[in-house]
């Protein structure tokens, strides 16, 4: 199983990815992140996991308060920046938690579309992915995962071809803020749901990844490759929002 190895600006190019499927898990993500103290911008995370690749889908699951308008206006950003969104509305438990577990949409889509994507880029540290992501490479299909390594599963990084630590590519995709800015005034995606397990005790790293090196790429530019699903001249009539660029991502199938 191989590793993402930052410190040697190692790029996501290892060996022939293809079409690349992303499914972020919103939930895990989110707080993981805040975990941390890192704001994800999630148009350089695309740009970053898709690497070589070619972009098939990138979904994006997550719990929604129909009531949080804040959270409805991120969810169009998503939409309209290439995401396809999948969401589950909220439900109130017995003890007042509210929780919406899309865990087995995010499996269901990784199966159902095995074989008309190469690589599957699964960005959570969920222990119940391991059967699915098991499942994905036995269809012949290359899996990577994508986390906080404090924040994943051993057993979820062992079952994937390729481990990406969020920690380690930080600066790369961090969401920059205007100084002094508190971190409850910042335009985050708040899900309400109640954080996941606590850390797991991180174990000693391994050997990197093998592939070329080549230099890290722009934050703000694209590699050939997705010229060919992204058209920005489609995006003349949608509403804009404030300082951000907005792209189109086309089938490719």
Not at 29 to 43: G, S, V
Not at 79 to 94: A, D, M, P, S
Not at 98 to 121: F, P, Q
Request: charged fraction near 25%.
């Amino acid at each position: 199983m191989n590793h993402f190895d930052s410190t040697n600006n190692f790029s996501l190019q290892f060996g022939h990815r293809g079409k690349v499927a992303i499914f972020i898990d919103g939930n895990n993500l989110f707080h993981a992140a805040r975990f941390h103290n890192i704001d994800i911008d999630y148009n350089k995370l695309l740009r970053v996991l898709l690497g070589d690749g070619r972009l098939f889908r990138a979904f994006f699951y997550t719990g929604v308060d129909a009531g949080a308008e804040r959270q409805q206006g991120f969810l169009l950003w998503m939409r309209r920046n290439g995401f396809r969104v999948v969401q589950k509305e909220l439900k109130t438990f017995y003890d007042g938690t509210r929780k919406a577990n899309l865990d087995v949409e995010i499996a269901v889509d990784m199966l159902s579309l095995a074989g008309r994507y190469d690589t599957a880029v699964l960005v959570s540290g969920d222990e119940d992915f391991v059967y699915a992501v098991n499942s994905v490479a036995y269809k012949g299909c290359r899996v990577e995962v994508v986390g906080f390594r404090s924040n994943t599963a051993p057993k979820l990084i062992d079952v994937a071809d390729c481990f990406i630590d969020l920690g380690e590519i930080a600066e790369r995709v961090r969401k920059e803020f205007a100084h002094g800015m508190k971190y409850e005034e910042r335009d985050l995606h708040v899900s309400q749901q109640p954080p996941p397990p606590a850390a797991f005790i991180e174990p000693a790293p391994p050997p990197p990844c093998s592939g070329p090196e080549i230099p890290a790429p722009e934050v703000h530019s694209f590699h050939p490759p997705i010229g060919s699903i992204i058209e920005a001249s489609d995006t003349e009539g949608f509403d804009q929002f404030p300082g951000s660029d907005f792209i189109r991502v086309t089938d490719d199938q």
